[in-house]
Structure formats: structure tokens, C-alpha cells
């Protein structure tokens, strides 16, 4: 089932689109014929088991994989170079011996051409965005010795220095303690609804991405998938097949 898929059209105010995407790797296709459209300010959820295209996905959205068929549109002004993204993330970031300011501003690099130094206006733009995600302190503090959240943060706002249009953020509460999980969120949630940044986010918490989202993307391993509001994902087939999932997946935990 692939419901509300509308296509971009000429003369509707997108950031991001994608008109009749298809993705894949050799012989294996897996994504047919995706098309949406997100506007500034919107936030879009992706959900799905392992294996079904949401890194693939992330991947085309990123200008990184070239398409089987279809385009990826970029509105509003946007060029690649100016999406920020927020990957899972690895044991190595983890252990990144650097400052945290200055993975911050880090994320300022793909701006920057063949200056070799920040300007006035990067340093403070990373100033700003570390004060909006509340990380100001840890500015000097070593990456590698924050906890989990912090961290979080910090990478977060290094994908928010590179832009004022588009985030993209792949499962960026994996791992996390619920409350710091929950901040994080909340941090994503005012940055899409207050600052107008539109914000494709892949998560496997499927009742807080709801609250946040106002579309859902679910891809399926079987091809089928659902597109359109939280509302309607929730009568959906696939909403009923992913609660069992899940459920099935906590008792298993719970042994």
C-alpha cells in the first residue's frame, strides 16, 4: 500500500522533494516509485525494520546515491552543501578527541571552499547554536568525556551550523537513557516548529515520532509501503503490523 503520495509540482514552496524516486543496489531494488514533498518547517518520519531503505534513502536525499530512476528536488534555495546531517552514531565518534566546540563548528567545513581558517561570522554562528541547544558550557570540555546526550547535542548542533533549511537525522536518540532521549527530541521538535527547519528524522520510536511528525514514511521489506499524517498511519495496516513487531521485539528483550 503506498497512501498520499503526492507528487511535486511546479509552484509548490518545497525544500525537499523526491518524483518518482527508485533505489538500489545491483540486481535488489529498495525503494520503487517514491514521491513527496516536505515544506519549510515540517517534519517527516521515517520508520521501518533493518534492511528496508531508510539509510538508502538518506543516502539519495544526501546527493551520496545516485538514483535507479527519479530525482531528488532541492526548493527554497537549498544546494547540497547546505543539509545538515546527524548519522548514527559509531564507537569511533564516540571516542573523538577533540574539543566540543570544535566539532561543532566542524560542521562548517563543507562551507568553507579553500579557506584554511573560520571566519567571524562561522565562529559566532556555532556560538549561536550551541547557546539554542543549550551546550555554551561544554565548549572547551572534551568530546569523548561527555555522556550520551551531551554528545548527542553537540553532534546535533554540528549538523544544525551547516544549515537553516534541512536536517536530516538517522535514529539520533539510538541508545539513550529516556530522559535524555526525551530532550533530545524536544530539542528536534522545537527546531523544526520554531525555527522552520524541515527535518527528515529515521527512528525506531514509532509512539514519539507520531507526536513530532507530520507526515510518516513506512517502508517494508515486502515493498509495500504507507506515506501520509500520523493520523492516518495509525489506521493503517502497517501501524497494526509494527505494534505487533515492536511488541514481539520487547518480549524478547524482557527474557
Known amino acids: 500500500m503506498d497512501n498520499h503520495t503526492p507528487s511535486p509540482v511546479p509552484g509548490v514552496n518545497f525544500v525537499l522533494a523526491c518524483e518518482s524516486l527508485c533505489l538500489g543496489y545491483e540486481n535488489r531494488e529498495v525503494l520503487h516509485g517514491l514521491s513527496f514533498a516536505l515544506r519549510e518547517g515540517e ?3 521515517v520508520l521501518g525494520e533493518n534492511g528496508t531503505g531508510k539509510s538508502t534513502l538518506l543516502a539519495a536525499l544526501l546527493g551520496l546515491k545516485k538514483p535507479n530512476h527519479g ?3 532541492y526548493g527554497a534555495g ?6 545538515g546531517y546527524l548519522p548514527q552514531q559509531s564507537a569511533v565518534q564516540k571516542d573523538f578527541p577533540a574539543a566540543a566546540g570544535e566539532v561543532v563548528r566542524s560542521g562548517l567545513l563543507g562551507s568553507m571552499g579553500l579557506r584554511a581558517r573560520y571566519s567571524k561570522a562561522q565562529k559566532e554562528r556555532a556560538r549561536e547554536v550551541m547557546a539554542q541547544m543549550g551546550i555554551e558550557q561544554l565548549d572547551r570540555q572534551c568530546f569523548r568525556e561527555l555522556s550520551g546526550g551531551q554528545q548527542r547535542r553537540v553532534l546535533l548542533a554540528r549538523a544544525l551550523v551547516a544549515t537553516q533549511k534541512l536536517l536530516l537525522l538517522d535514529e539520533p536518540d539510538a541508545g539513550l537513557d529516556p530522559v ?8 528536534v521538535t522545537q527546531l523544526h516548529r520554531e525555527r522552520g527547519i524541515a527535518v527528515v528524522l529515521v527512528s525506531h520510536d514509532v509512539e514519539s515520532a507520531l507526536r513530532e511528525a507530520d507526515f510518516v514514511l513506512h517502508l517494508t521489506n515486502g515493498g509495500d509501503r504507507f506515506f501520509g499524517t500520523p493520523e492516518e498511519y495509525r489506521e493503517s495496516p502497517l501501524a497494526f503490523s509494527n505494534a505487533q513487531f515492536t511488541m514481539h521485539n520487547a518480549q524478547l528483550e524482557g527474557r
Not at 537549498?78 to 543539509?83: A, M, P
Open 180 to 187: 535524555a532521549a526525551g530532550d533530545l527530541r524536544q530539542a
Open 71 to 73: 530525482r531528488v528536488l
Open 78 to 83: 537549498l544546494t547540497r552543501r547546505q543539509i
Open 43 to 45: 517534519c517527516l518520519t
